[in-house]
């Protein structure tokens, strides 16, 4: 059995975990609760502008822009979205096991990938797979900056010829304990025409075209935006979540350690007790 000495040196270094865990908990709470309102605000706005370029597309099928139009030479390009640091579950392997599956199937040429967090790029590092760009050390609050320039770097290789196609790996925050990979097409912009649905009628000034080409890249940068938040606030609430429980695990440990504690100290009383007992008993 631990003697006191080091029951207590144990109890001490467990305190000092539940400290930082604890910490780590309030601050990934105060972080989420940023980012889940940077996200409510920006859904509505991702949602209106892919409703307005459905629109205009299915309602114009004679427009035609090269992001809506299909490349048959160049390889598929992945952007992958993970996080920079540990501490959140399964937050980072979920999505990079999606996008290992979804590689699998798009066949030969194989994909390339851009790739946002130091866990998907030693990821990638590990299994030798081709980079074209790696974005680390990103910032608290993820700006539509960032998913603007990612968007101009891959329309410019989708319209040089060098990308068949485009896909968005992230994570979709559902709620605090469900957090959903998934992957969106990017490039090329899809059509999707809906039968039975009476599409908007707008008046276009200028002309169709151009208002399609201007709607356009902006739906792409606006998709890694959404993306980047989706993720961003799955990331703190998977670490709020982890840390919390890594707290509760503390609090049990440091429980078992102090009854073990006490039990050892009762054990040493009742020895000294007996020698003394057993002492007087001699000398009388």
Sequence with gaps: MPNLRDLRKRIRAVDNIKRITSAMEKIAAARLFRTRGLLTD?????????????????SQPE?????????????????????DRGFCGAYNSRVVQEVAEFAGKLGSPGAR?????????????RNNLPI???????????GYDAA??????????????????????????????????RI??????????EPDKNY???????APAGIIGAILPRLVKTRIWIGLLESVVSEYAERMTMMERATKNTDDLIAALTLAMNKARQTMITRELTDIVGAAETIA
């Design 42 to 58: 920006a859904r509505p706005y991702a949602r209106a502008l892919e409703e307005v370029a459905r629109d205009l597309l299915n």
């Design 132 to 142: 074209v760009e790696s974005y680390t050390r990103l910032p608290v609050w993820v």
């Design 63 to 83: 427009a035609t822009h090269p992001l809506v139009e299909l490349n048959k030479s160049g390889y598929p390009l992945i952007v992958l979205i993970t996080s």
């Design 200 to 206: 908007m009628n707008y008046s276009y000034e200028p």
């Design 113 to 125: 990938y851009i790739v946002f967090g130091r866990k998907g790029l030693h990821y990638l590092e």
């Design 148 to 181: 603007s320039d990612v968007a101009d770097k891959i329309i410019e290789l989708y319209l040089s010829g060098e990308i068949s196609a485009a896909f968005l790996a992230s994570t979709e925050f559902v709620s605090i304990g469900r957090h959903d990979a």
């Design 184 to 193: 969106t097409p990017l490039l090329p912009v899809e059509r999707k025409p």
